[in-house]
């Protein structure tokens, strides 16, 4: 497998796509859906991103790993345009720790990654209990043939409490996912948008042999000192207006942002 991250410093621009259908926020256009979301995904490109990633998070409140159907074909709907739009790589996520569903629908779009919860170790969640799901995922990738996908870990993740496995650290949680053949891990803060903890990220970084990744709490105050340590930083809230991951894309935002980046790097 071509793992495309390691040592790369590769910027993902995350896409939130709005409200899918079933949803309580459902506008009820599914083409104006796609259409936001190519063209999110068009200024990401303009303004010189690396990489790119959709994901659910305005389906709020989530359900627990067991999405419908026609959540899985949306998002493999919009996953298919963003990357044929753009030629970008991409990635996705369906919440709430809807991965095996995501790997389903990356297949069928042709995209390159799935953001994984709950891959090793348990934890709860908003929408309840996470089990671990690295062996049952890895099996669904070999039997659909994904094998080329990558599937990329949380470690301790954001917006869960952590209380049952408190006797297990980062660093172990995050080994554990290399074990299990996880193809990259994530460090995040304790919610979107909040600073992940260098110290941890360092510390993750240099206990396994697989991308380590941030995921959440990027700016460009804090980018020079997480590009110093993580192979890729995935960036959503400080992309958008005001730094808020509810709004569009601010492309003068974006454009900033990688002026720096491609100094940096």
């Known amino acids: 497998m ?42 990401y490109k303009n ?46 996520q369906i919440l ?6 995501a790997l389903g629908a990356a297949q069928a779009a042709g995209l390159d990654f799935v953001r ?9 969640a908003d929408e309840g209990f996470i089990d671990g799901c690295a062996g049952e995922l890895l099996r669904y990738r070999r039997h659909i043939g994904a094998g080329d996908i990558l599937v990329l870990t949380d470690v301790k993740k954001k917006h869960s409490s952590h209380a049952v496995t408190a006797d297990v650290d980062i660093v172990e949680t995050a080994h554990a996912a290399e074990f299990f053949l996880s193809d990259g891990v994530i ?10 903890s260098l110290e941890e990220l360092r510390q993750v970084k240099d206990a396994v042999n697989i991308p380590t990744l941030v995921g959440s709490g990027v700016t460009l105050k804090n ?3 997480y590009l110093a340590v993580a192979d890729a930083l995935i960036v959503g809230s400080y992309f958008k207006y005001n730094g808020n991951w509810a709004n569009g894309v601010e492309i003068e935002r974006v454009k900033t942002f990688m002026d720096k980046v491609n100094k940096l790097r």
């Open 223 to 225: 980018v020079e000192r």
């Open 116 to 124: 994984a919860e709950g891959f090793v170790f348990a934890h709860i």
């Open 187 to 196: 460090v995040t803060g304790v919610a979107t948008g909040t600073e992940a």
């Open 2 to 43: 071509n793992n495309f991250l390691k040592n790369k410093k590769t910027i993902i621009g995350m896409i939130h796509v709005d409200p899918l259908p079933g949803t309580p926020k459902f506008n009820g256009s599914m083409s104006e859906i796609i259409a936001k979301a190519k063209a999110e995904a068009q200024l």
């Open 96 to 101: 709430a720790a809807a991965n095996k569903e």
């Open 47 to 92: 303004a010189g991103i690396d990489m790119l990633a959709i994901e659910n998070m305005h389906d709020i409140p989530y359900l627990n790993k067991k999405v419908g159907p026609e959540i899985v074909t949306a998002m493999a709907v919009v996953g298919y345009e963003v990357k044929n739009v753009t030629g970008l790589r991409c990635g996705i």
